[in-house]
């Protein structure tokens, strides 16, 4: 499933919103990037990064000390994880045109560091409120709206279905998740939504999104902002 990961807000640390310039696409095919700026930043040149495993972050772009942000993905990307372990499902529901696609994904956050001194200072994620953001982060609980990662694939492949299947919050609580899948992956970077939705309660334990749908979009939608937090 696509990771977890973090983000701040009034109430945990200086949170500000990161607004795309105007006329910013991110095709589907070629090289994906985008501009945008943090309001509030107040730090020196930093690097933007993301994560790949068994290797070392790599820069994709940049934070100036003027709050601008601005990265460019690279054209190709090592894609070795087989994508249909994680887009899945034990009763069948999912069909993939391709079973043998392989595929990277970046985390919902874009790691915000100083690559030559080995820093990590923050981090920013894409999605359509800062609850959610907060909840790709561990910061806050899981809660409902949309969020943005980059998927990059050799391949040409649709992922497309519908899983059910039964969690357990508390241990012994279950309760249904309904995974929805809409995925046209062309070969290069896609740009990859996550939308949850009926989020559910189960005592201490975390909220639960009982609704959940992945899909492949065009571009960001109007609504979508960045969200920045400190490290």
């Not at 772009?61 to 709050?67: A, C, L, M, N």
């Not at 919902?108 to 909840?135: C, D, H, P, Q, T």
């Not at 561990?138 to 992922?159: C, E, H, M, N, S």
């Not at 046209?184 to 996550?194: C, Q, R, S, T, Y």
Request: with cysteine; proline share 6%; glycine share 10%.
């Amino acid at each position: 499933m696509p990771l977890p990961l973090q983000t701040t807000a009034i109430g945990f640390a200086a949170a500000a919103a990161l607004t795309f310039a105007a006329g910013v696409s991110f095709a589907q095919d070629g090289i994906n990037g985008a501009q945008g700026k943090i309001s509030d930043w107040s730090g020196r040149q930093a690097d933007l990064l993301v994560w790949q495993i068994g290797a070392p972050p790599v820069p994709i772009g940049k934070v100036t000390e003027g709050g601008t942000l601005i990265f460019e993905l690279p054209a190709s990307f090592d894609a070795t994880q087989p994508l249909s372990q994680v887009f899945s499902c034990s009763d069948g529901g999912t069909t993939s045109t391709d079973p043998d696609a392989t595929y990277f994904i970046t985390s919902s956050m874009l790691m915000i560091g100083l690559a030559a001194e080995e820093k990590l200072i923050g981090g920013a994620v894409a999605a359509s409120n800062r609850a959610i953001a907060l909840s790709r982060a561990g910061k806050a609980q899981p809660a409902a709206g949309r969020y943005y990662q980059w998927l990059y694939t050799p391949d040409d492949v649709t992922i497309e279905g519908n899983c059910a299947f039964d969690i357990f919050p508390d241990g012994k609580t279950g309760v249904e998740v309904n995974s929805t899948y809409d995925m046209a992956l062309k070969p290069g970077w896609n740009v990859f939504e996550i939308e949850l939705a009926e989020i559910e309660k189960v005592g201490d334990a975390p909220n639960v999104a009982r609704q959940r749908a992945y899909r492949v979009v065009d571009d960001l939608p109007a609504d979508a902002k960045w969200y920045y937090w400190p490290e």
